[in-house]
């Protein structure tokens, strides 16, 4: 099983950036499939998740009405479309697999690379 984790960067606050998390090994609608990420000094966090059976998406209050989860059944990859970022937006996120939809990271079975976002002026 792999999790590959993409498109962060540096970006001006306002601006959007879109994630990828490819996965391989795995069906993407049989996992619970989130989004966590990790500012330096911080515990890793939840962001975002969608849920495997149905595709129900969930967020964190902090990232509500800015931040667009999705799935892409055919390829596999879990999006997260993150607009009007914030310079506390700025971490490592990572994607990660796990049964359930839960927020605590030891929740998930498998864990892709992290990708960098900064977002600074």
């Known amino acids: 099983v792999q999790l590959q984790a993409s498109g962060g960067g540096l970006v001006q606050p306002g601006g959007s950036l879109r994630l990828s998390c490819a996965t391989s090994g795995i069906t993407v609608d049989d996992y619970a499939i989130s989004w966590f990420r990790q500012a330096p000094g911080k515990e890793r966090a939840a962001v975002s998740c969608v849920k495997g059976d149905d595709g129900s998406p969930y967020y964190v209050d902090s990232v509500k009405g800015r931040f667009t989860i999705s799935r892409d059944n055919a390829k596999n990859t879990v999006y997260l479309q993150m607009n009007s970022l914030k310079p506390e937006d700025t971490a490592v996120y990572y994607c990660?697999?796990?049964?359930?939809?839960?927020?605590?990271?030891?929740?998930?079975?498998?864990w892709g690379q992290g990708t960098q976002v900064t977002v600074s002026s």
């Open positions: 990660a697999a796990g049964p359930l939809v839960v927020r605590n990271t030891r929740g998930y079975h498998y």
